[in-house]
Every structure is written in structure tokens, then in C-alpha cells.
């Protein structure tokens, strides 16, 4: 039998959890990380969108694993793989603040994006619970599902059609269908507070959740990955 594992990502009702055995999955959605962890406890693996590890001072292209992902995906969507502020940014409450000890943490001097800021209180759900258990850390990791979709199109770059644009969610749908032969129906189902791209982006993490399960997935660097001051791996996996 297929191990049961998740695939998360955030989205405006707090987190979309999809909880995958082989082709069998379903859809629900926790308002926290903690309701996340309720949800899947029970799952080999837990992929989450979300970045895990932290530079404790920021440097360009942000971790290894960031630039190795944006290097696979190409110009197109290299975009889609944003920058983690450095851990001392991380807790303030205000976007200056933010962007002020983002750029004090190094020589470098380098900001953040307003985009990115707007991501703090996932991104700190996520640190806080790995900090406080670093044991999740074996099993809650990080995929980005660009990079999955690269995977399921066997594709030596990324998907180029944005994913929120009518032929970029066909196209993603389609990747995804053998997978989940259901998720059309998914799609239809879905609550408020879920679009389109949140159900099918966690659907591709899932997927690689499944692949790292199977020990067949690929993780960015190589392994052993580096880890932050915390412990806490900084590795991207699809």
C-alpha cells in the first residue's frame, strides 16, 4: 500500500492540507499550523510550501536551496522562489522594522519584499513549531511546487505559463490527473478561502511528499543539506 502523506500549502483560510494514499486524496483545511499537525499526524511525510531553516544573516540569492531551485525552473519562474528573511527579521511586527533588521543582519544590505512580509505569520507558525520539536523536522519538509510541477512534465525547465492564468491551471490540472484522478473534482469542491492554484499547488506537493516517502525524490542541495543555528534543515525537495 501507499504510505499516507500531505501536501500543504497556505492559503486565505490559513492552510490547505491534502492528505494523499496513492491515487486516494483528500482535501481540507486547518486555520493554523497547529490544526496542520492535528491533521497529519498520522502521515509518513508532510510537504509544506513554506520555507524551513533560516540565514541568520541574509545573503543574495537567499540559501543554497533557493538559488539551486531558481537555476532549475528557469527565467519563467524563477520568480516564484522568494527569498526567507533572515531569522531576526522574522519577528518584527512591522514591515520597516522588518526590512530594517533584514538589511542590518549583513554587509549586504539586503532588503526584503513587501510579498515576503506579507508571509510572516506562516512562515513563523512553521518556525516556532520545528523550533520547539525539532523531531518534526524528519518528517515535516519543505517542497516547492513549481519545481514538482517541473517533475511531473519531465520538463529540463519550469512550467512558463503563469499558474493563476487559464492555461497555467490547465496545465497544471493535467500534470496532475493520473496522480489524482479525482482532482478535477477537488477543484469543483473546494471551500471559500481555497483558489484554484492553493488545492492544485498542494496536490504538487503531495506528490513529491509521496516521492520523498519512496526515497525516490530529489533534494536541493544535495544531501546532507545545510542547517540553520536552530538545527532546522534548509533543503528544497520535488
Do not use: Q
Amino acid at each position: 500500500m501507499a504510505p499516507l502523506v500531505a501536501g500543504v500549502d497556505g492559503c486565505r483560510a490559513g492552510w490547505v492540507v491534502v492528505l494523499s494514499e496513492g491515487a486516494r486524496s483528500e482535501v481540507t483545511v486547518a486555520r493554523d499550523f497547529a490544526g496542520v499537525l492535528g491533521l497529519t499526524r498520522g502521515a509518513r511525510v508532510v510537504g509544506i510550501d513554506m520555507p524551513i531553516g533560516l540565514l541568520d544573516a541574509a545573503a543574495p540569492g537567499g540559501r543554497e536551496c533557493d538559488r539551486h531551485a531558481r537555476r532549475l525552473l528557469g527565467r519563467g519562474r524563477a520568480c516564484s522562489v522568494f527569498s526567507p528573511p533572515a531569522r531576526c527579521a522574522l519577528t518584527r511586527p512591522t514591515y520597516r522594522a522588518a526590512l530594517s533588521a533584514n538589511r542590518a543582519s549583513s554587509a549586504a544590505r539586503l532588503g526584503i519584499s513587501i510579498e515576503c512580509f506579507f508571509l510572516f505569520p506562516r512562515l513563523r507558525e512553521v518556525d516556532e513549531a520545528l523550533t520547539a520539536d525539532p523531531t518534526l523536522a524528519d518528517r515535516v519538509t519543505e517542497v516547492h511546487p513549481e519545481l514538482s510541477f517541473r517533475a511531473l512534465a519531465g520538463a529540463p525547465i519550469g512550467l512558463v505559463e503563469p499558474k493563476r492564468s487559464p492555461r497555467g491551471l490547465s496545465r497544471r490540472l493535467a500534470l496532475l490527473r493520473p496522480a489524482f484522478p479525482r482532482i478535477a473534482r477537488a477543484l469543483k469542491a473546494r471551500g471559500s478561502g481555497l483558489a484554484p492554484d492553493d488545492v492544485l499547488d498542494a496536490h504538487a506537493v503531495a506528490w513529491s511528499a509521496a516521492r520523498v516517502a519512496r526515497d525516490t525524490a530529489v533534494c536541493l542541495p544535495a544531501r546532507p543539506a545545510p542547517r540553520d543555528a536552530r538545527g532546522l534543515p534548509m533543503a528544497i525537495w520535488y
